[in-house]
């Protein structure tokens, strides 16, 4: 059984460096093909897709956001670590890790930005 | 980026109705294509993949068609479970872009 989980502040200052860990189950970021992705949802708006990390540590990011993010993997843990710097009031949204199917996704985990 | 365009935004609908809903792609995304059901305080569900490949689960009234740069979900009879948002998805090519939703509610 697959099973992904999100975890962080639930509470960031503008400008600073927003860190969150994917920490997943019933799968291995060392096998072929396998990979972990974030995806962001303010309130009351769509989803946005943010970045994807490979099991070979090949990373994609989205280039509206590349500058910002930062993907880190440890397989050893189960864990999926994502950077965001600079934040500001527009990232607040609930962050969703979810593996690379999109057919499993965590439970979601809220971000508010604000002094 | 890829821009997906749904439509409707929001669609007022009853039990027992058919539903379809559309998304558009802005180039050919082939048949990568996802299709979620979102209810409030949720993560998104995965109901349809690569088009038309309906998920291990998901009910049979569920379908989805298309390729190249237009595609449709169809629900054949409303349930009250259905009434959610659902968002398509491209996984064509990086940022794999969402579309803006469509929310059904009850009339």
């Known amino acids: 059984q697959i099973t992904l989980k999100e975890s962080g502040p639930t509470l960031v200052k503008p400008t600073q460096t927003l860190t969150l860990t994917c920490t997943f189950s019933g799968f291995s970021l060392t096998t072929t093909g396998v990979g972990v992705g974030w995806i962001r949802q303010p309130p009351g708006k769509a989803l946005e897709w943010l970045a994807l990390i490979y099991w070979d540590d090949d990373k994609r990011y989205s280039p509206s956001l590349k500058s910002r993010l930062t993907l880190t993997k440890d397989s050893s843990k189960n864990q999926v670590v994502l950077t965001m710097t600079n934040m500001g009031p527009v990232d607040t949204a609930t962050y969703y890790c979810a593996h690379i199917s999109y057919g499993h996704w965590g439970q979601g985990t809220p971000v508010t930005v604000s002094s | 980026d890829i821009q997906m365009t749904q439509s409707p935004s929001s669609l007022s609908t009853s039990v027992g109705e058919r539903v379809t809903i559309t998304c558009r792609a802005s180039?050919?995304?082939?048949?990568?294509l996802n299709w979620y059901q979102q209810k409030p305080g949720k993560a998104p569900k995965l109901l349809i993949n690569a088009a038309s490949s309906l998920q291990s689960g998901v009910p049979s009234r569920f379908s989805g068609s298309g390729s190249g740069t237009d595609f449709t979900l169809t629900i054949s009879s409303l349930q009250p479970e259905d009434f959610a948002t659902y968002y398509c998805?491209?996984?064509?090519?990086?940022?794999?872009?969402f579309g803006q939703g469509t929310k059904l509610e009850i009339k």
């Open positions: 180039q050919s995304i082939s048949s990568y």
């Open positions: 998805q491209q996984s064509y090519s990086i940022p794999y872009t």
